[in-house]
């Protein structure tokens, strides 16, 4: 087990007909809960906004995972909400003083700012921001559908961003169970995004023990 490590739910593979019976499922034994914005264009697939959330009671820290094509038009309605962390992707925003810019807004209004590669894109498209995130975000499938297969050579990614920024969190989203987690944290990951891995288990302790390697 690895003390600093994060186990972080994605709310994506939910039954949200009895979303705070599914949250309260997991509370105890995560450490933040995700939430994946979808807006059917920078992805095919199209999901919920803050107002699934508004009623929503939990202790857990919320991380917005914005999959948009203008993340910065989605930052209020979730700080709104408290989200604790916001991430967007750097291929949604491919201007550089525009990356630093929503970086800068989310800062001012959350605790933590990430940023996200789809499996594609070279590390070296986030090395100018590595110094300014708290989170960087190596999606290990395409961004957009839940239970697709993990991909490996995104490990090579995390060695990479884990040289570069020692002391950046580096998330891991995308066909994340026990063995595929053990590989991400072996390669430098402290941060574990699963959605079917655990919202899929009968037994969410379990599930959440075994991606923490107990």
Known sequence: MISHLLITPSILSADLSRLQEEVASVEPYADWLQVDVMDGHFVPNLSFGAPLLKNLKTKLP?????????????????????????????????DLEAQRALISL?????????????????????????????????????????????????????REVKKLAPNVMIQVDGGVDARTGKLCLEAGATNLVAATAIFGSKDRKAAIESLRGE
Request: glycine share 4%; aromatic share 6%.
């Open 106 to 158: 989310i800062k001012k209004k959350c605790k933590s700012v990430g940023v996200a590669i789809n499996p594609d894109t070279p590390v070296s498209h986030i090395a100018d921001l590595l110094k300014e995130v708290d989170l960087v975000l190596c999606m290990t499938v395409q961004p957009g559908f839940s239970g697709q297969k993990f991909r490996e050579d995104v490990l090579q990614k995390i």
């Open 62 to 94: 919320l991380d917005i995972h914005l999959m948009v094509e203008n993340p910065k038009d989605r930052i209020e309605e979730f700080t709104a909400l408290g989200a604790y962390n916001i991430t967007f992707h750097i291929e949604a925003v491919p």
